[in-house]
């Protein structure tokens, strides 16, 4: 599977911890992290010193360390919950990022051995993506696979790609609605393949475990989009809904590529979904909206990077969407003010790296 | 997988006999086509009678029979080759078509049970297509899984199905360049899943191991594009990619879906890629314009059926790639020719039922 050549120093692993103790959780994954750098970030709501496990190299970000960044409270660009990953994404100083959920541990493949899902996601983000024809056989660069009869040889050098989407055995990653009327349902099912997700197609992108090119496209990363009653479960957020698709457009737009499928992580119980019932029908309802937002934008030809991208989006969201509903006012705000935080620490790291 | 009950009335099983002794073909598919209807259809080229075993319900076509339907062999639509089988879609009057290449046998499932590939096209057919968002979870309807957070709920009933592609076991369905290059590659990887390809994606789709609803896309099922020096090898032929972009772009425009993945057959060996390499790279230069054609179609809102959708895109072919090559030109003429001779099939036939 790892068929490409990872430097360590090039990669940093995004935590956003969620609970204090993470002892179980690093022990877990030791055998995948230890050789890399983790950035821990702290949920500032989150009171309490995190307990970790010795034998790693990481920093922590607590809520402190966000508000010296961030300045005021009055920010609309919030890091609280699962959004507080979004803070190791910023400082940040790594072409690649890896995040993966504190309530996953590795799983394990169809031959019952342990999948290495840093490496994966390197691999995903480091051989070329296919968004302009699909191919039927999957991803054409692993090894034992090509292209199909009738593929242009044009298009077969790929282009770049920019997110490497993961997956979830045990606990899917289904809405509260689903998750309530079908309690016991479970995904144990390993498909063996990674895709390109084909050029205009939308998809649910989840954060629970992610890979991200962050020179091609960490500014469309954003935690933009907060439901007034988020929570503390994944199936009551859809912050990573909103910022995967940003990616989509992106992507499409700058001739990226987005890939799904391996690696696989194993999602443990948590939660109550019959009572998260209440707070998720809002994301469930936004999502009529949201859905047919991405797909019809368009971006002008002067966007030419990721930051360039992120600002029409947040013009047209603020054109377009604010008016059905004041949450789209407040995502479109944290949308200006990541690009803007996003300059203000990448050209400070720079200035401290020259 | 079969969670589908197949009326036996409503499928015919199209083959089209590229040999004569379709004893060993037979044999190892009985367990699985025996309840159906087949449609043989002997390739015209092919002198001699078939040698089919007993225990099936079949009708064989010949030369004879193709003639008396289509008239002169002045027609631009030819029915040699593997373009006999189409002959097979033009004269059932079923619901759904399987078709299967005449060099494969069952394949085996990733728990080594054989695999029945007439019931997984039947039921890719039967539940619904999801073209216009991509679950990350493969087919949403299959048992055991569902839609993932962040899929609109307006969207989850999702379309009608037009054409399910199968896929390939052992010897993959490359080019000829492809198969000279890697002559030792085998497919040996089981990807458990069936997805639908998005809207405006085009894919390759490869007539070997198909199924679809001739209700709704069969007249865009046409043997329109010949090569020059189109051989008997699946690598020495393009009609069912050229085909595959018509029902693609059909169902794109008419709101139903293309499904790939699952079912696998076994492909047998067959061929020397090395000899073909003269004939194949026609089809190969020729996918650099005609992929580009396929994803730049737009059909009119006055084509509200495949026939319709067909016509508009024979113009289309002739104004835009005619002047490229003259192929295309024949390729215009036989979709014509094709769509005429299924209204004159199809009316002879709904007179006889009546």
């Not at 750098?37 to 966000?66: A, C, E, N, R, W």
Request: aromatic content about 12%; hydrophobic content about 40%.
């Amino acid at each position: 599977m790892a068929q490409v050549n990872i430097r360590d120093d090039e990669v940093d692993i995004v935590i956003g911890a969620l609970h204090l103790d993470l002892t179980s959780f690093m022990e877990d994954w030791r055998a995948v992290f230890s050789r890399f750098h983790l950035i821990i970030v702290q949920d500032p709501d989150l009171k309490g010193d995190l307990k970790i496990p010795g034998g790693f190299s990481f920093d922590v970000y607590t809520k402190s360390d966000i508000e010296s960044v961030v300045g005021s409270s009055s920010s609309s660009v919030v890091f609280s919950g699962y959004s507080c990953r979004y803070f190791g994404y910023l400082v940040s100083h790594k072409k690649y990022i890896i995040s993966i959920d504190d309530d996953c541990t590795p799983a394990k493949d169809d031959k019952g051995e342990l999948i290495d899902a840093v490496a994966q996601h390197i691999t995903n983000l480091m051989t070329p993506a296919t968004p302009f024809f699909f191919n039927t056989l999957y991803d054409p660069f692993r090894k034992g696979t090509d292209f199909v009869r009738g593929y242009p040889f044009s298009l077969r050098s790929g282009v770049q790609c920019g997110l490497s989407c993961g997956l979830w055995l045990n606990l899917a990653d289904y809405d509260a609605p689903t998750q309530a009327l079908k309690p016991g349902q479970r995904n144990s099912r390993f498909v063996d393949a990674v895709l390109t997700v084909p050029a205009r197609a939308m998809l649910p992108v989840s954060g629970i475990n992610i890979g991200f090119d962050r020179e091609l496209v960490g500014p469309a990363m954003v935690p933009a989009f907060r439901l007034a009653k988020e929570g503390k479960f994944r199936w009551e957020t859809v912050e990573d809904i909103w910022s995967g698709m940003c990616v989509k457009v992106i992507c499409d737009h700058l001739g990226y590529g987005v890939k799904s499928g391996l690696p696989y992580v194993w999602r443990n119980e948590r939660g109550n979904a019959v009572e998260s019932l209440k707070k998720e029908w809002e994301g469930v309802k936004l999502m009529e909206e949201v859905v047919p937002f991405f797909q019809s934008m368009r971006l002008s030809q002067g966007a030419v990077t990721a930051e360039d991208c992120v600002i029409e989006m947040a013009a047209a969201v603020k054109e377009r969407l604010e008016p059905l509903d004041p949450v789209f006012a407040r995502a479109s705000e944290a949308m200006v003010e990541w690009v803007k935080l996003w300059k203000v620490v990448t050209s400070r790291l720079s200035n401290f790296a020259a």
